[in-house]
């Protein structure tokens, strides 16, 4: 690791100009290619202390051995140095997208004598004209399918062409009239790339004009009495809508933009780009990257469009491209767009209408696009072996944790205080084993502390308790004790201890076969939070005389792992894995824990006078209502009445009807204008009676919940 003091350059020695500077390692190999309005200015920041550094730059300065940097004449000149350099070096802290996979493009040939429509992927070729991309090949065959009927392109390969040319006979295509043939000589060289450049010009989106000539022809020919001509025509049109069709439109007054969305968390970022061409969708692709610097939203879109536009010119730049965020500073940006056009382009956040609205789509499409993303790294076999290994590594654990348990206390203001227990067997997720936790003050018999407050780190010391107490009295209900202790202090009718796999996972489940709640000890525990809240866990543990399970926390600011007794944090690089899927863990708690406290708190606003009942579930609540159409008429029930509802015994409807008694009634309403009692039916006030889940997630979550 390199002193950032050993090669920092002299004062004085760095020109106060736009620039573009280049950090290499030890062995020369470029590290991070930046650019800066004064280079004097950015390359300061990177020689303070390295304390006040964000992470990963201290990672990149740290890891460089020398800097240069080159003079340009304006901010313009230095991005198109900086995306030439990052192409030329590959630098590895730089941001680099790269595509989730290979777009197809629908591409037309101008090139070749004869035009030839086909798919094509991989880097655009000069003389081709490309449209898309599409999200998949079938999707180009399709339209392309139904504009063949009208626009009868070549579509075969060289070998192809050359073999009818040969033996001068057509494909099956000539024959039905989906190519001009001109392999046989149907139609002249001038004839074919004048219908090629019909096919590109409809494609492009000038499709009004194309649409209403073939029209005037038809109706013509219609006049003339020349029925089949115009009977084809006629369904010429048809095929051409309906490959319109296929394409929605979006945007009015035939809008030509590109908008980029991104969707990002502290590790990672995914874009989504949607090319929009007469108003129209035309093409959709997306990138996902690491984020290995310290970049903001505006930063991933200003690299986002040198990777999109850093090879076009013309037309392949839109007029208006719209972003959530805007570069800093934009006008660069802009003046590069522009000069890559060849005319001005609009470079802006949407505000309102038809923009903003498809603006929200893509946002969402990139959302998606990361999630699938983190998805399909977490479910690859090796990925996950890494990261267990490279958590046991940081954490000095004896072994890989097979087992993980991660809490987050949630609560809004000091209401409703819960805590989420979710759980990671071999990297993934085990729904089945979640838990809820409603946080009451107190462990066992003893009162820890009072009120509901936004104590997270009682909270925390009370959950790992409560756990680990249900933890501790499943091993002693089975027998299952370590060397030294009590064998029978289980209950067990022949005081022994279980041993051999089956005995033992036998052990672990109830008599109907199902696995008891809370009888697998985890081998690492991860608190959401920092040092207070591993320090409170821990202490929960050492209560109870549990050694053998480890415990971390990992903190939100800057991903830093804390571990109980340290002073300072375990710092996992970048782009392990470990970090990886402890975030994923940590993540997971937290939405299943906001989950379970926004469900309690809609559950109170929603409670009334039935939910006091003791034993009254939530069928036998909406049988009540249904029986009696209000909880006003069941008020005025005799208990007789009550017990009419199936299901009701007569001790269920004497505790109904002392409880609704107790309950005072709704107050009337009353017409503020007259003055008038407005006679009304008490609403359904039964809280959760309406028959939905608790939670949002699936129902083995929402079983076992500890209350």
Request: net charge negative; charged share 30%.
């Amino acid at each position: 690791m390199a002193d950032p003091s050993s090669y920092r350059p002299r004062p004085g020695e760095i020109p106060d100009s736009p620039g573009v500077y280049r950090f290499r390692d030890e062995h020369r190999r470029v590290i991070y290619v930046g650019k800066a309005k004064s280079l004097r200015q950015r390359l300061a920041n990177y020689f303070q202390d390295l304390a006040n550094l964000h992470p990963r730059t201290r990672t990149m300065v740290t890891t460089a051995a020398s800097v240069e940097w080159t003079v340009v004449s304006t901010e313009v000149e230095a991005l198109q140095l900086e995306y030439s350099w990052i192409k030329e070096y590959d630098p590895r802290f730089n941001v680099k997208y790269r595509d989730d996979k290979s777009y197809p493009y629908l591409a037309v040939t101008m090139n070749e004598e004869f035009p030839r429509v086909q798919v094509m992927r991989g880097h655009k070729k000069k003389g081709v004209r490309y449209f898309g991309p599409y999200g998949h090949a079938w999707a180009i065959r399709d339209t392309v399918d139904l504009l063949l009927r009208v626009f009868p392109v070549r579509t075969c390969s060289a070998g192809v062409f050359k073999n009818a040319a040969r033996t001068g006979r057509p494909c099956l295509l000539g024959y039905i009239g989906k190519c001009s043939a001109p392999c046989v000589d149907r139609i002249s060289p001038e004839d074919h790339q004048e219908l090629a450049e019909e096919f590109c010009d409809f494609m492009a989106g000038r499709t009004g004009t194309y649409l209403r000539r073939l029209e005037k022809q038809m109706m013509a020919a219609a006049e003339e009495m020349e029925y089949e001509r115009a009977a084809r025509l006629r369904d010429d049109i048809e095929a051409l809508k309906k490959a319109m069709e296929k394409n929605a439109v979006v945007l009015a007054d035939a809008t030509d933009a590109d908008l980029i969305a991104v969707a990002e968390d502290e590790l990672e970022a995914a874009v989504q780009i949607f090319h929009v061409r007469g108003g129209r969708v035309r093409g959709q692709r997306g990138w996902v990257t690491d984020k290995v610097e310290d970049v903001t939203t505006g930063a991933l879109v200003e690299h986002a469009l040198q990777q999109l536009y850093g090879e076009e010119t013309g037309d392949a730049v839109p007029k208006e491209v719209l972003v959530p965020a805007l570069p800093e500073p934009v006008e660069p940006v802009q003046e590069w767009l522009t000069g890559r056009r060849g005319s001005n382009v609009s470079l802006r956040i949407p505000q309102r209408g038809d923009k903003k609205a498809l603006m929200e789509t893509v946002q969402r499409n990139a959302q998606q696009a990361l999630a699938l993303h983190k998805t399909k790294r977490a479910s690859d076999l090796t990925t996950r072996s890494r990261a267990l290994e490279e958590i046991a590594e940081a954490l000095d654990l004896d072994s890989a944790p097979l087992r993980i348990e991660c809490y987050d206390i949630s609560h809004l203001q000091g209401d409703d205080v819960v805590a989420s227990m979710v759980v990671f067997e071999d990297g993934l997720q085990r729904k089945s084993e979640y838990r809820r936790f409603q946080i009451k003050g107190r462990v066992g018999d003893t009162q820890i502390w009072h009120g509901a407050g936004q104590d997270d780190v009682r909270s925390m010391h009370e959950v790992i308790s409560r756990r680990f107490r249900r933890y501790l009295a499943e091993k002693e209900k089975t027998g299952e004790w370590a060397d030294g202790e009590d064998a029978t202090a289980g209950g067990e009718s022949d005081g022994s201890v279980l041993t051999g796999t089956d005995e033992i996972m036998n052990s672990l489940k109830d008599d109907d076969g199902r696995p008891r709640k809370f009888a697998y000890p985890p081998q690492l525990v991860v608190v959401d939070g920092g040092q207070p809240q591993v320090a409170a866990a821990r202490r929960a543990l050492d209560e109870l005389g549990i050694d053998d399970v480890a415990v971390c926390g990992l903190a939100k600011r800057l991903e830093e792992v804390w571990v109980p007794g340290e002073d300072d944090p375990v710092v996992l690089p970048r782009t392990s894995e470990g970090l990886y899927l402890l975030q994923r863990v940590r993540d997971e708690a937290h939405r299943f824990a906001i989950t379970y406290q926004r469900t309690r708190r809609a559950k109170r606003f929603r409670a009334g006078p039935l939910d006091d009942v003791p034993g009254l579930g939530d069928t036998r609540k909406q049988a009540l209502i249904k029986h009696f159409g209000s909880v006003k008429k069941l008020r005025s029930a005799t208990i007789e009445q009550i017990q009419e509802v199936p299901g009701i015994g007569r001790k269920t409807a004497e505790t109904i009807a002392a409880a609704l008694a107790q309950a005072a009634p709704a107050a009337p309403a009353v017409n503020t204008a007259t003055g008038e009692i407005i006679e009304d039916e008490e609403p359904d006030t039964t809280g959760g009676s309406s028959g939905e889940p608790v939670t949002a997630g699936p129902p083995d979550e929402r079983r076992g919940q500890e209350t």
